[in-house]
């Protein structure tokens, strides 16, 4: 007779399995919940619900790791949310107000429009290979030369993960083959390089979708300037991304006194001795659908096309912020034209397209098609915005808050953030996600914990580089499998060699959070 026990632990492991049984789970909480709320009521203590304040991020969490769909998940937890504040009508209340704010109007302008159509104008124009194959004849000259420059041409294409490695990726491959570098090396530099580098060289949407998330948190974040600014002065202690980036550089230049993970070493013996990029049993990604260009047959590609739209985003965000924060001393209120130099960028790479004898038809379709590339992002960005929203409608900060803020111990709270966004987001398969659930608890449990801007500081570090920790080495992020695609490696091939390396820097950045609290808390 079958063991009803045996059957059951095998239908739970199988996924599509594992996926209906967590559907129904929540269907089955959802209407229970209705049934509650219409009939009794949820007991609301003061500004939070108890327990249930947590369940809409939690159901968020937990449906994004077993089924690995994001948006689905971002979903669910709003309608949870909405059925326990007692405000049913979710798109009224929730969804119209969040995606109808100047901030997320920013986002959108920013990352869809904008990043988007730049990157679109750039396969119609071929602006970026012409870059990378001129720059790798200046400076490649062997499989060193060749890892520094994937590790540069990461910084140089710093606008966002997913972004970063497409480029990176599609550009950087034919010179690393032709150098023997292994496809797990490539992809390992390529991820390493992409949302670390982001967080770092913060010209892009990641203060502005940071900043959306944490305002009215806190007094000190009561307007999206503020907030922005708040991102930029805590970057010298994002800790685990520069970790990351100068243990990258290292392997990059083989200077790292010893590579962790056996595999990883065996890739760069096999490359270097016999020439294969793969292992003889790998399952390499493709990655031709991001190397083809739809370049028009009578338009001739030019460095231009590159320099022009990137000098103009870097020029127009980067020289005001350091003329008025340097020279004139406005360290407070810096000028940042964050959204204007990426609406300018795209209309210099327009104008560049034109000017050499592109029809316009041409560019506005790879513009269109840019666009329509980062869609899935925006409406991540949409559910991620309009969960915190409710986060705050249903009291998750103050019942956290009031539920552990006297039992920890102050210099333990900024790894146990990075910890804790480390495994949401690798379980989740994303960053800006993590953030959406992690930021409006963290950043109230903070300061309630230790009212001190500079400890505000290293917590709020610790979740962006925890979060992007977990993302970059997830086998279900995004950027990791485009990294694997872009670069032709085998998907857990680059996991498993990528992860023992990034948990160097992930253990670095912990000591050193506990370190400054110690020292200077």
Same mark, same amino acid.
């Given at each position: 007779?079958?063991?009803?026990?045996?059957?059951? =632990?095998?239908?739970?492991?199988?996924?599509?399995?594992?996926?209906?049984?967590?559907?129904?789970?929540?269907?089955? =909480?959802?209407? %229970? #919940?209705?049934?509650?709320?219409?009939?009794?009521?949820?007991?609301?203590?003061?500004?939070?619900?108890?327990?249930?304040?947590?369940?809409?991020?939690?159901? %968020?969490?937990?449906?994004?790791?077993?089924?690995?769909? =994001? =948006?689905?998940?971002?979903?669910?937890?709003?309608?949870?949310?909405?059925?326990?504040?007692?405000?049913?009508?979710?798109?009224?209340?929730?969804?119209?107000?969040?995606?109808?704010?100047?901030?997320? !109007?920013l986002i959108l302008l920013v990352y869809l429009w904008a990043l988007g159509g730049l990157i679109g104008i750039w396969t119609r124009t071929g602006g970026a290979e012409k870059f990378a194959v001129w720059a790798s004849g200046k400076l490649v000259k062997g499989p060193v030369s060749a890892k520094v420059f994937t590790w540069f041409m990461g910084l140089v294409f710093h606008q966002g993960g997913t972004i970063s490695t497409v480029l990176t990726g599609a550009t950087v491959r034919p010179v690393a083959d032709k150098h023997k570098v292994s496809h797990e090396e490539l992809a390992y530099l390529v991820d390493s390089t992409a949302s670390p580098a982001a967080t770092l060289i913060p010209f892009n949407v990641w203060p502005y979708y940071v900043g959306g998330l944490v305002i009215g948190t806190l007094p000190l974040f009561a307007t999206t300037q503020q907030s922005v600014n708040f991102f930029f002065s805590a970057l010298p202690f994002n800790f685990y991304a520069i970790f990351a980036?100068?243990?990258?550089?290292?392997?990059?230049?083989? $200077?790292?006194?010893?590579?962790?993970?056996?595999? @990883?070493? $065996?890739?760069?013996?096999? #490359?270097?001795?016999?020439?294969?990029?793969?292992?003889? !049993? %790998?399952?390499?990604?493709?990655?031709?659908?991001?190397?083809?260009?739809?370049?028009?047959?009578?338009?001739?590609?030019?460095?231009?096309?590159?320099?022009?739209?990137?000098?103009?985003?870097?020029?127009?965000?980067?020289?005001?912020?350091?003329?008025?924060?340097?020279?004139?001393? @406005?360290?407070?209120?810096?000028?940042?034209?964050?959204?204007? %130099?990426?609406?300018?960028?795209?209309?210099?790479g327009f104008g560049i397209a034109l000017a050499k004898g592109m029809k316009l038809k041409d560019a506005i379709e790879g513009f269109v098609d840019g666009c329509k590339g980062v869609t899935i992002g925006a409406i991540i960005l949409a559910f991620a915005v309009t969960l915190k929203e409710v986060a705050d409608a249903v009291g998750t900060a103050p019942y956290v808050v009031e539920l552990v803020g006297d039992l920890i111990v102050p210099f333990l709270l900024p790894g146990i953030l990075m910890v804790l966004c480390m495994i949401i987001a690798f379980s989740t398969g994303t960053s800006w996600g993590t953030y959406a659930v992690v930021f409006p608890v963290a950043v109230p449990l903070a300061w309630a914990i230790v009212p001190d801007p500079f400890f505000l500081t290293l917590c709020f570090s610790a979740v962006i580089g925890g979060s992007v920790f977990g993302d970059q080495c997830s086998p279900i992020s995004d950027t990791t499998i485009l990294s694997s695609l872009a670069t032709g490696c085998d998907l857990m091939d680059h996991v498993k060699t990528q992860l023992p390396i990034a948990m160097v820097a992930g253990g670095l950045a912990i000591i050193t959070y506990a370190a400054c609290v110690i020292l200077f808390v």
């Open positions: 007779m079958p063991n009803p026990f045996n059957h059951a =632990v095998s239908n739970f492991q199988n996924p599509k399995s594992r996926k209906r049984i967590f559907t129904g789970a929540f269907i089955t =909480v959802l209407i %229970a #919940a209705i049934y509650y709320s219409v009939s009794i009521g949820f007991p609301q203590s003061g500004d939070h619900f108890g327990i249930w304040s947590i369940a809409p991020p939690l159901l %968020a969490i937990v449906m994004a790791f077993y089924t690995g769909d =994001v =948006v689905s998940s971002l979903f669910m937890g709003i309608c949870l949310g909405g059925v326990i504040s007692g405000k049913i009508n979710i798109v009224q209340e929730f969804l119209i107000p969040s995606i109808g704010t100047e901030s997320f !109007a980036i100068l243990i990258t550089l290292l392997f990059a230049l083989d $200077k790292l006194p010893w590579i962790p993970g056996k595999r @990883m070493r $065996k890739a760069i013996k096999r #490359a270097r001795e016999t020439g294969k990029l793969n292992r003889d !049993a %790998a399952d390499p990604m493709t990655a031709d659908e991001l190397t083809k260009m739809k370049i028009p047959n009578s338009y001739n590609p030019g460095l231009i096309d590159f320099f022009g739209p990137i000098g103009t985003l870097l020029g127009v965000a980067i020289i005001p912020y350091v003329y008025t924060y340097f020279i004139l001393g @406005m360290k407070d209120s810096p000028t940042l034209l964050i959204p204007e %130099a990426f609406v300018l960028a795209v209309l210099a």
